[in-house]
């Protein structure tokens, strides 16, 4: 079992932190602060690039968190809430992926809340620093707080497109 969770966290962890590096930077295919900035704004969210350094930072630290097995529920926490804001993005185009929905957001939602829940195994940081057996309730809050964190972002950030910016199929510049 440990093992599993070990290779599960490093893979999750590190496809998570790696979309956050491409938010902010323009390593691993990203197109820098300003591509991230603007791939938030046609989202139709507010807050230019301090949403768009939030969110890649979010997933830069909960991904490595995650990788190392380190503060796993308050990691997955982060993630969950990240991960949140990019399921109501997709979710008008569908569950599945190929049609831009949210399929993928979804199964890392499931996991690292998972991960919470289960504990990131012997072979983290939790276990080496003694913190290997997080209370279910306080797992059970951090993922309870990752949905809220991530829904309440998307109610105080995002701004419908107007009636003529739906119409013209754009979204807000804000």
């Known amino acids: 079992m440990d093992?599993?969770?070990?290779?599960?966290?490093?893979v999750v962890g590190l496809l998570i932190a790696g979309h956050?590096?491409?938010?902010?930077?323009?390593?691993?295919?990203g197109?820098?602060?300003?591509?991230?900035?603007?791939?938030?704004r046609?989202?139709?969210?507010l807050g230019g690039p301090l949403t768009a350094l939030a969110a890649g930072a979010g997933q830069i630290g909960s991904g490595l968190f995650l990788a190392l097995g380190a503060l796993?529920?308050?990691?997955?926490?982060?993630?969950?809430?990240?991960?949140?804001?990019a399921i109501t993005v997709k979710r008008p185009n569908g569950l599945w992926v190929q049609d831009d929905g949210y399929e993928?957001?979804?199964?890392?939602?499931?996991v690292t809340g998972s991960l919470a829940l289960t504990g990131p195994g012997r072979w983290s940081a939790d276990h080496a620093l003694g913190l290997p057996g997080w209370p279910l309730?306080?797992?059970?809050?951090?993922?309870?707080l990752g949905l809220a964190s991530g829904l309440l972002?998307?109610?105080v950030l995002h701004r419908p497109p107007t009636g003529e910016e739906a119409a013209a199929g754009a979204r807000p510049a804000g």
């Open 3 to 10: 093992t599993g969770l070990l290779v599960l966290r490093l």
């Open 20 to 29: 956050g590096v491409q938010k902010v930077s323009h390593r691993l295919g």
């Open 31 to 40: 197109h820098g602060l300003a591509g991230g900035t603007e791939e938030f």
């Open 42 to 45: 046609h989202d139709g969210f």
């Open 72 to 85: 796993t529920p308050l990691a997955a926490m982060v993630a969950i809430g990240v991960m949140t804001v």
């Open 104 to 110: 993928y957001p979804l199964v890392l939602v499931v």
């Open 137 to 144: 309730w306080l797992s059970a809050l951090a993922v309870a």
């Open 153 to 155: 972002t998307r109610a």
